[in-house]
């Protein structure tokens, strides 16, 4: 675990200095969807700060034994309504909020618990049905509208593209949801941050932090397979 997150963060380093960024200024956050407890115990004593949960029920348990861990978490799974109360109790950044909806619930919730949640926008920059994501052309509108919402707090963009582990075929994506963050940036939403942009993979990290990366999430590489 210690030489694969070692490895991990040397890359990490070296593609951000490979185009003149800070390699501070890119964090991982190590996904740990499946990984039995123990692990997740590893990954943070060998250097992890900031751990990536897909399912909620999974979470919640490993949550219950592992809370006193110093450590990040965040949720960057598929997310339904009804399961927001859960998700707002444990997690310090939510990255795939894709609708109005779901925000409202999140700030309700949040509210009860006197807590302003963070959160990113989840864009389907591929614009595929089959995946989740606000349509690129409402992302400005479905912004504007959370950003009213007083216990929510927007900080960026996060994206899941097609092709995975084809870096090449995936750099537009990432170069998209770039230029729709600067655009959304432009517009000066009041209570609204873009600084963050949650995309690249144990496949495709070092394009994404090409471009402009500032959030990669990776599993495989940090883990192993996963079953
Ligand atoms: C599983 C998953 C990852 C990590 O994928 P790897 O290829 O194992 O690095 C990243 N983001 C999301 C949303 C995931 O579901």
Same mark, same amino acid.
């Given at each position: 675990m210690q030489k694969r997150l070692e490895k991990i963060q040397q890359r990490i380093g070296q593609a951000a200095e490979a185009c003149g960024r800070h390699p501070d200024d890119v964090r991982l956050v190590a996904v740990s969807k499946t990984m039995p407890k123990e692990m997740l115990t590893q990954a943070v004593e060998a250097g992890v700060d900031t751990l990536g949960e897909n399912y909620v029920q999974e979470a919640r348990e490993k949550f219950?034994?592992?809370?006193?861990?110093?450590?990040?978490?965040?949720?960057?799974?598929?997310?339904?309504?009804?399961k927001a109360k859960y998700v707002v109790k444990i997690f310090d950044l939510i990255h795939s909020v894709d609708s109005?909806?779901?925000?409202? #619930?999140?700030? $309700?919730?949040?509210?009860?618990?006197d807590k302003i949640q963070e959160i990113l926008v989840q864009v389907n920059i591929s614009q #595929?049905?089959? $995946?989740?994501?606000?349509h690129v052309e409402n992302t400005v509108d479905t912004i504007r509208d959370i950003s009213n919402l007083e216990n929510v707090a927007v900080k960026g963009l996060m994206t899941m593209p097609p092709f995975f582990n084809a870096?090449?075929?995936?750099?537009?994506?990432f170069k998209a949801l770039r230029e729709l963050r600067d655009k959304v940036d432009a517009e000066n939403i009041p209570n609204v941050s873009m600084h963050e942009l949650s995309m690249g993979m144990t496949g495709d990290f070092e394009v994404a932090i090409q471009e402009g990366a500032t959030l990669v999430r990776i599993g495989t590489a940090i883990f192993g397979e996963r079953n």
């Open positions: 219950n034994q592992l809370y006193t861990l110093p450590v990040a978490w965040h949720f960057i799974g598929h997310l339904q309504s009804n109005l909806k779901l925000a409202r #619930e999140i700030n $309700k919730q949040a509210k009860k618990i #595929e049905d089959s $995946k989740s994501g606000t870096p090449e075929k995936v750099q537009p994506f």
